[in-house]
T-cell receptor, first 114, second 118 residues
């Protein structure tokens, strides 16, 4: 079983509507991250969490909010979706922020804003 | 600021040959970690190999090895005996060192797209 799942896998939404993406983990890892991936831009960090109710902004946080009310769930909300937020969104988890620890990624959510 | 640079947007290699994907990094910390991930066309991100800054030997994992040159601040990925299934995007990443504080993140390069030709 996958230790990290994202839902939905695909979503089409209209401009101006709110959208929530969910990341669920069964690994009990402390750290969770939301990235967006766009051609030519690699992975860009949106928000991350370092514990329940502890979150911080990444490099492209405008227009996005997050919540983490339980260790296992990290929600990303697009408050009012715009076409520029059409992207593939990845959630990642990490047990520790020490140098030897990498990320485990979810399968991604392809979001299209029309 | 800590940074990862991958200078090769795209690479081609013939099946069964070896290929080197370049990665250079910039950090003032002495302690850091370097990672390579693979992203095939199906989209998932797959961890390949890790090198710690204090590791004396280059990391190896099967057909993957990391050519770590600390003085040059480079961490190149070497794939030996390329296979068609190696066609993918490859990302180099660095775990921030102590200067980044408590919640150190991975810093990512923009990736190299590798195509393996039959």
């Amino acid at each position: 079983d996958a230790g990290i799942t994202q839902s939905p896998r695909h979503k089409v939404t209209e401009t101006g509507t709110p959208v929530t993406l969910r990341c669920h983990q069964t690994e009990n890892h402390r750290y969770m991250y939301w990235y967006r991936q766009d051609p030519g831009h690699g992975l860009r960090l949106i928000h991350y969490s370092y514990g329940v109710k502890d979150t911080d902004k990444g490099e492209v946080s405008d227009g996005y909010s997050v919540s983490r009310s339980k260790t296992e769930d990290f929600l990303l909300t697009l408050e009012s979706a715009t076409s520029s937020q059409t992207s593939v969104y990845f959630c990642a988890i990490s047990e520790s922020s020490q140098i030897g620890y990498g990320y485990t990624f979810g399968s991604g959510t392809r979001l299209t804003v029309v | 600021a800590q940074k990862i640079t991958q200078t090769q947007p795209g690479m081609f290699v013939q099946e069964k040959e070896a290929v080197t994907l370049d990665c250079t990094y910039d950090t003032s910390d002495q302690s850091y970690g370097l990672f390579w991930y693979k992203q095939p066309s199906s989209g998932e991100m797959i961890f390949l190999i890790y090198q710690g800054s204090y590791d004396e030997q280059n990391a190896t994992e099967g057909r993957y090895s990391l050519n770590f040159q600390k003085a040059r601040k480079s961490a190149n990925l070497v794939i030996s005996a390329s296979q068609l299934g190696d066609s993918a995007m490859y990302f180099c990443a660095m775990r921030e060192g102590p200067s980044a504080g408590n919640n150190r993140k991975l810093i990512w390069g923009l990736g190299t797209s590798l195509a393996v030709n039959p």
